[in-house]
């Protein structure tokens, strides 16, 4: 077995490698732009000749791609990922990713506690779907994660299927959970703002000179007023123990933000550490200010999760798919269930005036092996309209109902709402990823290339150009930011595709016949083998990738929000789902045969029982002859 050391070396080799190859790759890229400009499309979008109001996503080409750049690209791709290849770390996975979030006792409580008061704030902020939906405990389907992993592009940010390819997009995050594309970056830059609320010392402060813990149940223990915080009950004077209970009736704006903590560590980010970590506290104290509540701007935590959630797929897909890294994987799930409605439960009829995750997420998983899963990615064939466009025709956040095939006409700032989302989603950048303070600066960028998918944005499909210019060097490596200058810096290299004026367009699932072509050659070597070939050699050494786990029986559905879901066309959908787990047959137990006490137990249990009831007597009677007269009963 290797020594700790040895393996440290193996990494930090392995990555001086990638950093050596991603820069020359990048350099001869930027070169074969500059020879090739004529063929580059650089624009954010572009009407498609002889197609009406379609349009295509830009950086892509304007039909072939250059001869020079494909040999660049096949030559010296720097792609990490694991794709097909043996030797995967199975034995990590155990029966879930160990960042999975669990129950946690009295978070529901404390959700429905907060929300009484701030639930109006929460719907400004764009945010109240995703606090809800984080009361619904969502069962992991590791064998649909384990199979989905094997097609993932740490290059691209996307899965790779024979028709081209697929990725969680800002729009499907504002679908699936509720959080907003537009607005406000949230990177370090922005966590150096002053807020008026300070949960690093307001942890000190009610610790009272304890080690200020910050697990996620000694958290609620500590700052959840609802539990009359049980756990400083003997701490203080009685004057001051007195002044704490009277706390309890109301929710202050600090235990409002040491809620969004909690809720932004182990929902948004998933946390290693299984903690409320201090590098996460100001977007907390921001979202609990009166300054951003009040802002016309919310905080834009799309692009925020929409990173880790990436991250962590980078980090699964080239450490030999070890799923034990911090990010929201439980996303990824939901967002596979909603693509591919082969993997979750049929009959279900989606509601489109409200979030998909608030639908999908309390449905019993099927019980599908990864080897079936991977069959089913495999041979995926060519999606449909509707399947692209599942997430970009929804209703619901009211923004997505605007539809930009044509000017509004109705409010102006509706208008001009949608058009944020919408550039915010079709705009290529790099994305922040990484902690917003501390004594450590650990942050970093993910490529967000929309031009890879442009079909489930309602785009038409051409071939999608390199981003060289991405401080990853389009690439599988992950660059590092060591000051707030260079994320100020990698922030003003994509300036403009933030701020350009958005153009109507035809919704479409086209793509170009050059693009089919292009497609093939780029992924046919990783096909061309097989599905029995692919599947030995993706699960080998995989002692659970036939088996089918066992049906997940769910419990009630806790989250009101949930059960209140608005129908169309008189489909019930999700009380259909409840009443029919309420319906199954109850699993009818043997009575117990009751314990046989022998009699001389039976006597002198029943000799102490009454000598017990004598002496209560005694004690009440003594307490009534000291009674005064008024205090007898």
Not at 460 to 476: C, G, K, L, M, T
């Amino acid at each position: 077995m290797a020594s700790k050391g040895t393996r440290e070396d193996n990494y930090e080799g392995k990555q001086k490698s990638i950093t050596k190859r991603s820069f020359a790759l990048a350099e001869a890229l930027s070169q074969a732009t500059e020879k090739n400009a004529s063929a580059f499309m650089n624009r954010i979008t572009q009407r498609v000749p002889n197609e009406g109001g379609v349009r295509q996503l830009g950086p892509s080409f304007q039909s072939d791609i250059p001869a020079d750049v494909e040999k660049i690209l096949s030559q010296h791709e720097v792609d990490d990922s694991s794709y097909f290849s043996e030797g995967k770390a199975w034995g990590a996975w155990g029966t879930k990713p160990g960042k999975w979030p669990g129950e946690t006792a009295n978070w529901i409580p404390w959700v429905e506690r907060v929300e009484k008061r701030f639930g109006e704030i929460w719907k400004r902020l764009g945010i109240y779907d995703a606090i809800k939906l984080s009361t619904i405990t969502i069962p992991c389907d590791r064998s649909l994660l384990a199979a989905a992993m094997c097609f993932w592009s740490s290059q691209t940010n996307s899965l790779e299927l024979q028709f081209g390819a697929l990725s969680p997009t800002l729009i499907d995050i504002a679908a699936i959970i509720g959080l907003p594309p537009h607005g406000q970056v949230v990177d370090i830059v922005f966590a150096e703002g002053k807020f008026d609320i300070d949960l690093s010392g307001e942890l000190r402060d009610r610790s009272k000179g304890r080690p200020a813990v910050a697990n996620y149940n000694t958290w609620i223990e500590v700052f959840n007023s609802g539990l009359g915080n049980k756990s400083l009950d003997s701490i203080g004077s009685p004057e001051e123990r007195e002044e704490n209970q009277q706390e309890t009736m109301e929710v202050t704006h600090v235990e409002h933000a040491a809620f969004l903590a909690f809720w932004i560590c182990k929902y948004l980010v998933c946390t290693t550490s299984k903690k409320v970590n201090v590098e996460y506290y100001k977007l907390a104290e921001a979202l609990a200010s009166k300054e951003v509540q009040e802002s016309d701007q919310p905080l834009a935590l799309g692009p925020f999760v929409l990173a880790h959630l990436y991250r962590c797929l980078h980090h699964c897909v080239t450490e030999g798919l070890n799923p034990n890294w911090s990010g929201p994987l439980w996303i990824f799930q939901l967002w596979l269930h909603t693509y591919f409605p082969t993997f979750r439960q049929p009959g279900l009829a989606l509601a489109i005036d409200t979030t998909l995750g608030q639908q999908l997420a309390p449905l019993d998983l099927l019980t599908h092996s990864a080897e079936e899963c991977f069959e089913v990615l495999f041979k995926c064939p060519e999606f449909s309209a509707e399947q692209f466009a599942v997430c970009f025709s929804r209703k619901y956040p009211s923004y997505l109902a605007m539809d930009i095939s044509q000017h509004a006409s109705e409010s102006e700032t509706r208008w001009e709402t949608a058009c944020s989302a919408w550039k915010s989603a079709i705009g290529m950048r790099d994305l922040f990823w990484g902690t917003l303070s501390g004594k450590t600066l650990k942050c970093g960028v993910e490529l967000y290339s929309p031009s890879y998918f442009s079909r489930q944005l309602g785009y038409y499909q051409a071939i999608p150009a390199p981003v060289p210019e991405s401080s990853n060097r389009y690439s599988s490596l992950r660059a590092v930011f060591s000051n707030k200058d260079d994320i100020e810096q990698n922030n003003k290299a994509f300036v403009y595709n933030m701020s350009f004026p958005m153009k109507t367009r035809v919704a479409t699932s086209k793509s170009s016949s050059q693009f089919r072509e292009w497609w093939a050659k780029r992924v046919g070597s990783r096909f061309k083998d097989g599905l029995v070939s692919a599947r030995r050699s993706a699960f080998a050494g995989n002692p659970w990738a036939q088996e089918k786990p066992k049906a997940v029986r769910r419990g009630k559905i806790t989250s009101k929000v949930a059960r209140a879901i608005p129908t169309i066309s008189g489909q019930e959908s999700l009380k259909k789902c409840a009443k029919a787990q309420r319906e199954r047959p109850t699993i009818v137990r043997p009575l117990r045969r009751p314990k046989m006490v022998p009699l001389c137990l039976q006597r002198l249990n029943l000799l102490q029982r009454n000598d017990r009831q004598h002496k209560m007597s005694n004690l009440l009677r003594a307490k009534n002859d000291c009674a005064w007269p008024n205090e007898v009963a």
